[in-house]
């Protein structure tokens, strides 16, 4: 099991640091996210400033990008890493597709399918010359002249992770994927029951095995340096997991358990406004489901008994106040690595 890092920052110029002491703590990866920022800018700079790290975006949003600045952006990558790249694609949910992106809704997963097949496709193109035929309900490429062909590269097999939750994704996973980025709001009941299941008829469907998808996790993490610490973490982590049960995408998540009704009454607050009185619904047992709780010296080896075997990336999820605190982290990363 590899130990990733997520790259947070406020300014472009403090990736090359980041980056650098991510790779001297002995990460395996470094992951960024589209949350504030552009998720392709921060791997560029790293790129250039790292040599071993696993450089990926977990995750971009696929659909308000055309699949041919996707194949552009990730060829770059991938050669300007020295095959270091992966490309971690998302859904995410309708309102934010409509009302942030102004991207027009539809069913995401087939159209999510049709990004994965246009990317192969693009590629293809450049790599081998291949003339770009691609027609589907949703994308139609069928020009690639010279001047707008990059050609071959050193790298072209760019791994490409899909966040998946739902069956479905995590079928595409399995057919056409080389990779799962599961939703940080899981349980290792759910993936065990749902998400691995369904990955395996994706693999069935395309004659695939097990290890040809790599499965990655980011897990939440309650921790700290002291009593005070970890109860301020747990707090923020409720906060957190009761944003995403708010939703009814993840509702499955919770019902695995037995707690599907919490869904609705979440929804209900999060329209109200009441972010603080979403945590208080959460109790230390559904906590304790979907974060690995502990003090510094504990977290690593509750980590390992609840992943090992199960996941074969991991990244820790902590609480934004907690992120920034390079010694934390460098503890965690050491604490992993010598627990190998």
Same mark, same amino acid.
């Given at each position: 099991?590899?130990?990733?890092?997520? *790259?947070?920052?406020?300014?472009?110029?403090?990736?090359?640091?980041?980056?650098?002491?991510?790779?001297?703590?002995?990460?395996?990866?470094?992951?960024?996210?589209?949350?504030?920022?552009?998720?392709?800018?921060?791997?560029?700079?790293?790129?250039?400033?790292? =040599?071993?790290?696993?450089?990926?975006?977990?995750?971009?949003?696929?659909?308000? /990008?055309?699949?041919? *600045?996707?194949?552009?952006?990730?060829? #770059?990558?991938?050669?300007?890493?020295?095959?270091?790249?992966?490309?971690?694609?998302?859904?995410?949910?309708?309102?934010?597709?409509?009302? /942030?992106?102004?991207?027009?809704?539809?069913?995401?997963?087939?159209?999510?399918?049709?990004?994965?097949?246009?990317?192969?496709?693009?590629?293809?193109?450049?790599?081998? @010359?291949?003339?770009?035929?691609?027609? @589907?309900?949703?994308?139609?490429?069928?020009?690639?002249?010279?001047?707008?062909?990059?050609?071959?590269?050193?790298?072209?097999?760019?791994?490409?992770?899909?966040?998946?939750?739902?069956?479905?994704?995590?079928?595409?996973?399995?057919?056409?994927?080389?990779?799962?980025?599961?939703?940080?709001?899981?349980?290792?009941?759910?993936?065990?029951?749902?998400?691995?299941?369904? *990955?395996? =008829?994706?693999?069935?469907?395309?004659?695939?095995?097990?290890? #040809?998808? %790599?499965?990655?996790?980011?897990?939440?993490?309650?921790?700290?340096?002291?009593?005070?610490?970890?109860?301020?973490?747990?707090?923020?982590?409720?906060?957190?997991?009761?944003?995403?049960?708010?939703?009814?995408?993840?509702?499955? &998540?919770?019902?695995?358990?037995?707690?599907?009704?919490?869904?609705?009454?979440?929804? /209900?607050?999060?329209?109200?406004? !009441?972010?603080?009185?979403?945590? !208080?619904?959460? %109790?230390?047992?559904? $906590?304790?489901?979907?974060?690995?709780?502990?003090?510094?010296?504990? &977290?690593?080896?509750? $980590?390992?008994?609840?992943? #090992?075997?199960?996941?074969?990336?991991?990244?820790?999820?902590?609480?934004?106040?907690?992120?920034? !605190?390079?010694?934390?982290?460098?503890?965690? &990363?050491?604490?992993?690595?010598?627990?190998?």
């Amino acid at each position: 099991m590899k130990f990733d890092l997520t *790259i947070l920052f406020d300014d472009l110029r403090e990736v090359p640091t980041l980056a650098r002491e991510a790779e001297a703590l002995g990460a395996d990866g470094l992951w960024a996210s589209e949350t504030k920022h552009d998720p392709f800018l921060p791997l560029a700079i790293a790129a250039e400033h790292t =040599e071993r790290l696993a450089l990926g975006t977990a995750i971009a949003v696929a659909f308000p /990008r055309s699949p041919m *600045i996707l194949a552009h952006v990730a060829w #770059d990558l991938a050669e300007a890493s020295g095959g270091r790249f992966i490309l971690g694609l998302g859904t995410q949910v309708k309102g934010h597709n409509e009302r /942030r992106f102004s991207v027009k809704w539809s069913a995401p997963g087939p159209r999510l399918r049709e990004v994965v097949l246009a990317l192969h496709a693009i590629w293809d193109c450049w790599q081998n @010359g291949t003339p770009l035929q691609f027609r @589907g309900e949703h994308y139609a490429f069928t020009l690639m002249t010279p001047f707008f062909n990059p050609g071959p590269i050193h790298y072209p097999k760019i791994p490409i992770y899909l966040a998946a939750i739902n069956p479905y994704n995590c079928r595409l996973v399995g057919e056409l994927a080389d990779g799962i980025s599961i939703h940080p709001f899981h349980s290792v009941g759910y993936i065990r029951q749902t998400v691995l299941p369904a *990955i395996e =008829e994706g693999l069935k469907k395309s004659g695939r095995a097990r290890r #040809d998808v %790599t499965v990655s996790a980011p897990v939440f993490i309650v921790t700290g340096k002291n009593s005070k610490e970890l109860e301020q973490a747990k707090r923020a982590i409720k906060q957190q997991i009761a944003f995403y049960a708010s939703t009814r995408t993840y509702m499955p &998540v919770l019902e695995t358990h037995g707690w599907g009704d919490l869904s609705a009454k979440l929804h /209900r607050k999060s329209v109200e406004g !009441d972010w603080s009185g979403m945590a !208080d619904l959460l %109790t230390d047992e559904m $906590l304790e489901a979907y974060a690995v709780v502990g003090s510094l010296d504990e &977290v690593i080896p509750r $980590l390992r008994e609840r992943y #090992d075997g199960l996941v074969d990336r991991i990244s820790p999820y902590i609480p934004w106040a907690l992120a920034g !605190d390079r010694a934390l982290l460098t503890q965690l &990363v050491q604490a992993f690595k010598g627990s190998r």
